[in-house]
T-cell receptor, first 110, second 110 residues
Framework: GNSVTQMEGPVTLSEEAFLTINCTYT??????LFWYVQYPGEGLQLLLK?????DKGSNKGFEATYRKETTSFHLEKGSVQVSDSAVYFC?????????FGKGTRLHILP | DADVTQTPRNRITKTGKRIMLECSQT?????MYWYRQDPGLGLRLIYY???????NKGEISDGYSVSRQAQAKFSLSLESAIPNQTALYFC?????????FGSGTRLTVV
């Protein structure tokens, strides 16, 4: 079946550092890919998405490119802030449902 | 008001008790979902509903039941709570693959 694998956390960075959170997927067909973010005490919210190969999703300084050849959708940000501390989930669409990765906790130190 | 509202936010209950978690939404979405979140396991789908007359089991439905009382309301019941059902529970709605989550219910079974 379809699945999502993302790097285990926690990831700890200093403010203004470059961020990469790796995500790879296994899927039949051509799913849409997503990154969701969960801030402390809140539910998940959509951060960005890409619906086809070579699409780049972007939002709030974060970017991810749908790479069909490497089945990847890595999340990047050039300069992180303390306010980016959260749990990040990579996900893919499977028919009418979404499959989530296990999440990566990100800590940003001031 | 939040688009997806879950009640209660926190609940402690005893083993063997019946408990209901409630979810209501103002998004007007037909599709609703219940997930549980456990540390290191990400989100796992319990039940989902694509309209009022449609109920489907997810990957971990044993020990749970649901009721879709109206388009806007989707409740989750634990008929006889057990300690390994201690978790954070999320309700979500979706349209066109974009999910909106509630803030979660933290349930502790003692």
């Amino acid at each position: 079946g379809n699945s999502v694998t993302q790097m285990e956390g926690p990831v700890t960075l200093s403010e203004e550092a470059f961020l990469t959170i790796n995500c790879t997927y296994t899927a039949t067909g051509y799913p849409s890919l997503f990154w969701y973010v969960q801030y402390p005490g809140e539910g998940l919210q959509l951060l960005l998405k890409a619906t086809k190969a070579d699409d780049k999703g972007s939002n709030k300084g974060f970017e991810a490119t749908y790479r069909k050849e490497t089945t990847s959708f890595h999340l990047e940000k050039g300069s992180v802030q303390v306010s980016d501390s959260a749990v990040y989930f990579c996900a893919l669409s499977e028919g009418d449902k979404i499959i989530f990765g296990k999440g990566t906790r990100l800590h940003i130190l001031p | 008001d939040a688009d997806v509202t879950q009640t209660p936010r926190n609940r402690i209950t005893k083993t063997g008790k019946r408990i209901m978690l409630e979810c209501s939404q103002t998004k007007g979405h037909d599709r609703m979902y219940w997930y549980r979140q456990d540390p290191g396991l990400g989100l796992r789908l319990i039940y989902y509903s694509f309209d009022v007359k449609d109920i489907n089991k997810g990957e971990i439905s044993d020990g749970y039941s649901v009721s879709r009382q109206a388009q806007a309301k989707f409740s989750l019941s634990l008929e006889s709570a057990i300690p390994n059902q201690t978790a954070l529970y999320f309700c979500a709605t979706s349209m066109l693959g974009i999910y909106t989550f509630g803030s979660g219910t933290r349930l502790t079974v003692v």
